[in-house]
């Protein structure tokens, strides 16, 4: 199906009742969202939010938001993924209505890339480091400069280097132990590097497919679905809206196309996902798990993406606050939320080369 019309059908999603959505809804909402994370980006080009992981339903912080705003820091991921929010509404660096608050972004991240090529401020880890090596790439894409190459280099070749044994990644560099979940978040940001031109040396992305693959479930209820972890504890003993999304996003990200080997997956993704959003829909569950979700069904495209993404938009229209943003009660915050929500309504867009099919 052509782009423009994907694009035109998912704007007008189906309402309560089968009321059509108008694409003005999507789009005030996106206008409102984006000035709201404008309103809150700091002085020296960061959002804040609470850096943490995630413990089964729960989400333990260990630098608060409050801290950083105190100090003057801002959240790497959080910042990198809020700078994606309005790359893919096409406001680029030093031009248009954002175009210096994209660039006070792009600052803020080159200035947190440390000596080793680490990218991190309030001791934000992987996740934060692949989020902003993925918006460093797209912006590479769209304005090319020495210094933007340079740090984005340094930062790919840390992710190259850390990759471990297994070919995956974890929440800190240079660990044996790895979670299908970071690692994911790596190859976008490797794809991303390597779409523009820098060099990724194709052997680690081979490891980190093969990692994905080996990931996958061969027998019981959830064959051909993935498992959130292979080796070390806990290892083969979970699954998730949030994985098989993100495994299907990264093994089309890298060309594998086999549908009837992804099937299983991508089915669970549908069919999990109402369940995600009414128990979760202010969770760090399901901001991140659609991050994800909303890339693989795009792929696949067709209906299947549309009969999603119309449930989608009526969600995430359903649960703005009046102020334009949106809510996580558990997770990095408002920021965050509300970034990821502008970026799930804006993915038709395909202005971001990382969401394109």
Known sequence: MPAALVFLLVTAAPGPEGVARPRADVDRAVARGLAWLARHQGPAGYWTGDVGHKREDDYIVYFPAERQRHE???????????????????????????????????????????????????????????????????????????????????????????????????????????????????????????????????????????????SRIEGGRDAGAFYYKVEGRSARTKTSFTINAAAVTALMSAGFYDYAWLEPAIRYIEETYDGVSRAYGDHFYFWYGNYYASQALFQVGGPRFDRYYARLVEDLLARRDDDGSWPNSVGPGRAFSTAVACILLQIPNQYLPIFQR
């Open 72 to 214: 003057g820091r801002g959240h790497v991921g959080v910042s990198a993924i809020a700078g994606m929010a309005f790359l893919a509404g096409g406001h680029v660096p030093k031009r248009g209505e954002y175009g210096q608050l994209v660039q006070r972004t792009v600052e803020y991240l080159l200035g947190a890339v440390k000596e080793d090529g680490y990218i991190t401020d309030s001791e934000d880890r992987m996740y934060s480091h692949a989020f902003a090596t993925l918006f460093l790439a797209e912006v590479y894409g769209m304005e090319r400069n020495r210094e933007l190459k340079e740090k984005l280099e340094m930062a790919v070749d840390l992710i190259v280097k850390c990759q471990n044994e297994q070919g995956g990644w974890r929440y800190s560099p240079f660990v044996y132990d790895a979670d299908l979940s970071v690692s994911v978040c790596q190859v976008q940001a490797l794809r991303a590097a390597r779409n523009v031109g820098i060099r990724v040396p194709r052997a680690n992305v081979d490891r980190a497919i093969e990692y994905v693959k080996r």
